[in-house]
């Protein structure tokens, strides 16, 4: 990096799938940290100083360490919730988490899942990226992003929720320190360092819930323009100083979530690309391996205008995602082209509808959308949501959590200034 220039050059990228065990879905830390440090590996063949890492991720998934610092089990996957939320709503409302938490009722939520974990040897939670963070340096804490994910932070407060505690039977002695984004976890040990063959580099608090970090990659806009990224959640929303904790912002389906300097994202979470990539994945094991220009162009051409809930329970985590969304509109010989055809539908109807609660919620009349993610590589959704939306619409980064994150990393590190970022011109190679 000189003064103006950044060059982001990818190193290594790997796939990640939940695994399926006693029919329940869990991610597999141990492969995750192994391709984490082939990447390192190569960084470090490659003659590279490394100065820090960060690690950001989905939000709401953890896993407990017992009194040893060792790893119960994998973290179980939220798309496995089964209706864990039920026994929480006996001691407290779906309303009165809202309330307290910021956070919209969503059957994944981390406390509802708490509230059921009964393990006897559990002693401290760890979010999946402090989870990682702790696995290279033996430090554990809880970044405040990734925690808002949970139900378990009061964001007036700034701080552990003591009610929802309570109600969950989660003692504070198995919640480590929260700490900012920004922040130095700590450095490798050593035993990584001799792993590796590399210098001894720190570990960032950077923001670990990847929205956070995507959002943190857009410079800050006016108070008329609100971010959308399109990802496999797709989300539409505003940052804000306080998180709106009525009825009506509940009734909406608005969610808080923090950002770095403890700020929120107020927002609306849709289910979005990710119903592109369960058809892609039906489509290739039919030994149809449409690219997504292909898919752009038979969406396009389809005259279907039908739209699906994209939240409903059927479409979560189908072994067949053709045959989902096939139960849920009228009987009808479907081409691909016309399920691709409703599926784009249903996506932007979605983003029109939450681009109307955020003005409602504001009470602001917004002028401009910033979209980032990889879904602003898919042309034929970018077209439709820049007629379709009434809004000036920009694209930002498609890996917008990789420029968020280092830039967090950056800042934290005293190589550049947030006023100086603003005029880097970032580069991916």
Same mark, same amino acid.
């Given at each position: 990096?000189?003064?103006?220039?950044?060059?982001?050059?990818?190193?290594?990228?790997?796939?990640?799938?939940?695994?399926?065990?006693?029919?329940?879905?869990?991610?597999?830390?141990?492969?995750?940290?192994?391709?984490?440090?082939?990447?390192?590996?190569?960084?470090?063949?490659?003659?590279?100083?490394?100065?820090?890492?960060?690690?950001?991720?989905?939000?709401?998934?953890?896993?407990?360490?017992?009194?040893?610092?060792?790893?119960?089990?994998?973290?179980?996957?939220?798309?496995?919730?089964?209706?864990?939320?039920?026994?929480?709503?006996?001691?407290?409302?779906?309303?009165?988490?809202?309330?307290?938490?910021?956070?919209?009722?969503?059957?994944?939520?981390?406390?509802?899942?708490?509230?059921?974990?009964?393990?006897?040897?559990?002693?401290?939670?760890?979010?999946? /990226?402090?989870?990682?963070?702790?696995?290279?340096?033996?430090?554990?804490?809880?970044?405040?992003?990734?925690?808002?994910?949970? +139900?378990?932070?009061?964001?007036?407060?700034?701080?552990?929720?003591?009610?929802?505690?309570?109600?969950?039977?989660?003692?504070?002695?198995?919640?480590?320190?929260?700490?900012?984004? +920004?922040?130095?976890?700590?450095?490798?040990?050593?035993?990584?360092?001799?792993?590796?063959?590399?210098?001894?580099?720190?570990?960032?608090?950077?923001?670990?819930?990847?929205?956070?970090?995507?959002?943190?990659?857009?410079?800050?806009?006016?108070?008329?323009?609100?971010?959308?990224?399109? +990802?496999?959640?797709?989300?539409?929303?505003?940052?804000?100083?306080?998180?709106?904790?009525?009825?009506?912002?509940?009734?909406?389906?608005?969610?808080?979530?923090?950002?770095?300097?403890?700020?929120?994202?107020?927002?609306?979470?849709? /289910?979005?690309?990710?119903?592109?990539?369960?058809?892609?994945?039906?489509?290739?094991?039919?030994?149809?391996?449409?690219?997504?220009?292909?898919?752009?162009?038979?969406?396009?051409?389809?005259?279907?205008?039908?739209?699906?809930?994209?939240?409903?329970?059927?479409?979560?985590?189908?072994?067949?995602?053709?045959?989902?969304?096939?139960?849920?509109? /009228?009987?009808?010989?479907?081409?691909?082209?016309?399920?691709?055809?409703?599926?784009?539908?249903?996506?932007?109807?979605?983003?029109?509808?939450?681009?109307?609660?955020?003005?409602?919620?504001?009470?602001?009349?917004?002028?401009?959308?910033?979209?980032?993610?990889? +879904?602003?590589?898919?042309?034929?959704?970018?077209?439709?949501?820049?007629?379709?939306?009434?809004?000036?619409?920009?694209?930002?980064?498609?890996?917008?959590?990789?420029?968020?994150?280092?830039?967090?990393?950056?800042?934290?590190?005293?190589?550049?200034?947030?006023?100086?970022?603003?005029?880097?011109?970032?580069?991916?190679?």
């Amino acid at each position: 990096m000189d003064k103006k220039k950044l060059v982001i050059k990818e190193i290594h990228r790997f796939s990640n799938e939940p695994y399926e065990k006693s029919k329940k879905l869990y991610w597999n830390i141990e492969n995750i940290i192994g391709e984490i440090e082939i990447g390192i590996k190569k960084i470090v063949k490659n003659n590279f100083e490394i100065i820090s890492i960060g690690f950001d991720s989905w939000g709401v998934d953890y896993a407990w360490l017992d009194k040893d610092g060792e790893i119960l089990e994998d973290p179980s996957c939220y798309r496995d919730s089964k209706d864990k939320w039920k026994d929480l709503e006996k001691k407290i409302s779906k309303f009165e988490i809202f309330q307290e938490s910021g956070v919209n009722f969503f059957d994944f939520n981390s406390i509802y899942r708490i509230n059921k974990d009964k393990n006897e040897k559990r002693d401290t939670l760890l979010f999946f /990226p402090n989870l990682i963070g702790y696995l290279f340096t033996k430090i554990k804490n809880i970044e405040y992003s990734i925690a808002t994910t949970s +139900g378990l932070i009061n964001q007036n407060k700034k701080n552990y929720s003591k009610q929802i505690q309570k109600k969950i039977a989660l003692l504070d002695k198995e919640l480590p320190k929260l700490v900012s984004a +920004g922040t130095k976890l700590g450095e490798i040990t050593d035993e990584k360092m001799k792993k590796y063959k590399s210098n001894k580099f720190s570990v960032i608090n950077v923001n670990c819930h990847d929205t956070a970090s995507a959002i943190y990659s857009i410079e800050n806009k006016d108070p008329k323009t609100c971010f959308l990224i399109l +990802g496999t959640w797709s989300i539409v929303g505003v940052v804000g100083e306080r998180p709106v904790l009525d009825q009506y912002s509940f009734d909406l389906g608005i969610t808080n979530e923090g950002i770095f300097q403890e700020k929120v994202r107020i927002q609306n979470l849709i /289910p979005g690309m990710w119903i592109l990539q369960r058809l892609k994945k039906d489509f290739e094991n039919k030994n149809k391996n449409y690219t997504y220009l292909e898919m752009n162009k038979m969406a396009k051409e389809s005259n279907q205008n039908q739209i699906i809930d994209l939240e409903d329970k059927s479409l979560v985590y189908p072994q067949n995602m053709t045959k989902a969304m096939e139960d849920l509109i /009228p009987k009808y010989k479907y081409t691909d082209g016309d399920l691709l055809r409703i599926a784009y539908n249903s996506i932007v109807d979605k983003i029109k509808r939450s681009v109307k609660n955020i003005e409602k919620i504001t009470d602001q009349k917004l002028e401009n959308i910033v979209a980032i993610g990889g +879904g602003i590589q898919d042309i034929y959704l970018i077209e439709r949501l820049s007629s379709e939306l009434g809004l000036n619409l920009e694209k930002g980064f498609v890996e917008a959590s990789v420029v968020g994150n280092i830039k967090c990393q950056y800042i934290a590190n005293n190589l550049i200034s947030e006023k100086d970022w603003k005029d880097l011109n970032i580069i991916f190679k």
